[in-house]
C-alpha cells in the first residue's frame, strides 16, 4: 500500500482521486493539494459519496518548490501526480528530488511567457533522477500517454518496424455552449494556435496553424468529422525513441463554430499571452478569456456524445507492408455517471492513475526520466481495460490504410 500526493483540482485532478480511490489495494493513502482547498475538499467530499474512502486535502502552491517539498515530506507520499498546469512541471520536479519522491505528469512543462512547449526542459532532469534513485514519468494522459503506448503496443506485437504514424483526436462531443473548451483553456488555445508542426523524414516541418485538415470516418457509428493537423508534444519523444518513423501527425477534430469563436477571439486580440495595461492594471488577454469562458469541470453535466482517439500505424511486418488502427471510444455520460466528468478529463485521468499504479507497482519504475513508450506497454494497455478505457485494434488491407491515410 502507497501513499501519494495528486496536486492539481481541476477536471483531471477531480478523476485522479476517484480512480485511485477505487483501487486502495494500491493507494493505499492519497492526499489532494491545490492553490485552492475548497475545490480539493469539494472533490474529497464527491470521492467519499461515491467510493467511501477518505482522501486528505491541502493547500499548495506548487509554483514554490520549497513548500512542494514540505508538503511531500509531510504526506510521506512516495508519488507525486502533478495534474495541476503544465508551469508547475518544473518546480514540481525539483520538490519531489529535494524531498525524495517519484514524479509523474500528464503534459510537458511550457514557459508562461512563450507558447512552447518540448521536452528538453526535462529530459535535462534525467541525470539528476537518476543519481538520486528517483523515476519520472512524462506524459501519461491520453495524448500524450496511450497514444505513445498504443505506439510502442503495436511496435511490440505487430511491427518489425513502423513507417508513419497518424494520431486522430475526435471528441464527437457536444456541451450546448457556443463556445467552450474541454479542458483548461488557456493551455488549450495556446496549444491550437500555436504553429503546426509534424515528422517527416528526419526533421519537423512547420506549417500555419489548422492549414491542413480532411473529414474523418469514426468507427463505431461515432460520426464523421472534420479532423486538422496540428503539433502535439508526443510527436517530439515517439520520433526520438521510434527512429524508424518516417512521417508522423497528429489531428484533432475542430466543429466549424469553434473555429469560428477562435479566429474571432484572436482577431481582437483576447488570445495574446502578453501583458497588456487596463485602468492601471496589468492582465493577460487569454487569462481574462480563461475567467469569462465556461469551467471545463463544469461541462460533465451537460455534454453527450463520444470521443473516438487512436492511432493509424503502418510499416513493415516480415518484410510485408501491414497497417493497424488502434482506438478508444468513450461516452461523455458515462464518464459524468462514473466520475462527474466528461470524457476528456476522463481519458486522461484515468491513464494518470494507470501510469502511477505501474510505477507503484514496479514493473514501470525504473531510476531516470522517461515517457510513456519506453516501458513494457503491456501492463498499461491490460490496465486500460480493466479500468474504464477498453480499445480496439483493427488491422486494415493496404486498400483501406491508403483510403485512412492522412497523405499531407
Ligand atoms: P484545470 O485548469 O481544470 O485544473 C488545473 C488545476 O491546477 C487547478 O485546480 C489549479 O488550482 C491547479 N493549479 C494551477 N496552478 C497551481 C499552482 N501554482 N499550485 C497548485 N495548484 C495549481 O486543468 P485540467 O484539470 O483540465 O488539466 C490538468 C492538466 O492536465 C493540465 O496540465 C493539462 O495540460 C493536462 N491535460 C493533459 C491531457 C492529455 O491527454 N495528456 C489532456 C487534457 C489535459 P486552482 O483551481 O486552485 O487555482
Request: aromatic fraction near 10%.
Amino acid at each position: 500500500m502507497h501513499k501519494v500526493l495528486i496536486i492539481g483540482a481541476g477536471g483531471v485532478g477531480n478523476v485522479v482521486a476517484h480512480k485511485c480511490a477505487m483501487v486502495p489495494e494500491v493507494f493505499g493513502e492519497i492526499t489532494l493539494a491545490s492553490r485552492t482547498l475548497s475545490k480539493c475538499e469539494a472533490i474529497a467530499a464527491e470521492v467519499k459519496q461515491r467510493t467511501g474512502r477518505d482522501i486528505a486535502t491541502a493547500r499548495v502552491d506548487a509554483d514554490d518548490s520549497a513548500q512542494t517539498a514540505e508538503l511531500i515530506r509531510k504526506t510521506g507520499a512516495s508519488l507525486v501526480i502533478n495534474v495541476a498546469l503544465p508551469y508547475q512541471d518544473l518546480t514540481i520536479m525539483d520538490a519531489c528530488l529535494e524531498a525524495g519522491c517519484d514524479y509523474l505528469d500528464t503534459a510537458n512543462y511550457e514557459p508562461k511567457d512563450v507558447a512552447k512547449f518540448e521536452y528538453s526542459w526535462q529530459w535535462e532532469y534525467q541525470d539528476r533522477f537518476k543519481s538520486a534513485g528517483r523515476s519520472a514519468l512524462l506524459g501519461s494522459g491520453f495524448d500524450p500517454g496511450v497514444t505513445n503506448v498504443f505506439t510502442s503496443w503495436a511496435l511490440k506485437h505487430h511491427f518489425d518496424e513502423i513507417h508513419t504514424l497518424d494520431i486522430i483526436d475526435v471528441n464527437g462531443g457536444d456541451h450546448g455552449h457556443a463556445f467552450a473548451t474541454n479542458f483548461n483553456p488557456e493551455i488549450n488555445i495556446r496549444e491550437v494556435t500555436a504553429e503546426c508542426r509534424h515528422w517527416e523524414d528526419g526533421r519537423f516541418v512547420e506549417t500555419p496553424p489548422m492549414s491542413e485538415h480532411r473529414g474523418f470516418d469514426c468507427p463505431d457509428g461515432v460520426g464523421s468529422y472534420e479532423i486538422y493537423r496540428m503539433y502535439h508534444e508526443e510527436l517530439e519523444s515517439l520520433t526520438k525513441h521510434i527512429p524508424t518513423i518516417k512521417r508522423a501527425q497528429f489531428w484533432m477534430s475542430f466543429s466549424p463554430a469553434y473555429l469560428t469563436h477562435l479566429e474571432v477571439l484572436g482577431n481582437v486580440g483576447m488570445t495574446r499571452i502578453d501583458e497588456v495595461e487596463y485602468q492601471g492594471q496589468k492582465i493577460v488577454p487569454l487569462q481574462f478569456l480563461k475567467a469569462v469562458l465556461p469551467n471545463p469541470g463544469d461541462l460533465g453535466e451537460r455534454t453527450k456524445g463520444r470521443t473516438c482517439i487512436g492511432n493509424i500505424i503502418t510499416g513493415l511486418r516480415d518484410g510485408q507492408p501491414k497497417a493497424v488502427y488502434v482506438y478508444n471510444i468513450c461516452d461523455h455520460e458515462k464518464c459524468f455517471e462514473e466520475v462527474g466528468s466528461q470524457a476528456i478529463s476522463y481519458t486522461t485521468g484515468v491513464p494518470a492513475m494507470i501510469g502511477a499504479k505501474q510505477m507503484l507497482e514496479g514493473a514501470w519504475r525504473k531510476d531516470g526520466v522517461w515517457n510513456m513508450e519506453q516501458h513494457d506497454p503491456d501492463p498499461f494497455m491490460a490496465d486500460l481495460n480493466a479500468h474504464g478505457l477498453p480499445w480496439t485494434c483493427i488491422e486494415l488491407t493496404p486498400e483501406q490504410a491508403a483510403a485512412f491515410q492522412v497523405v499531407p
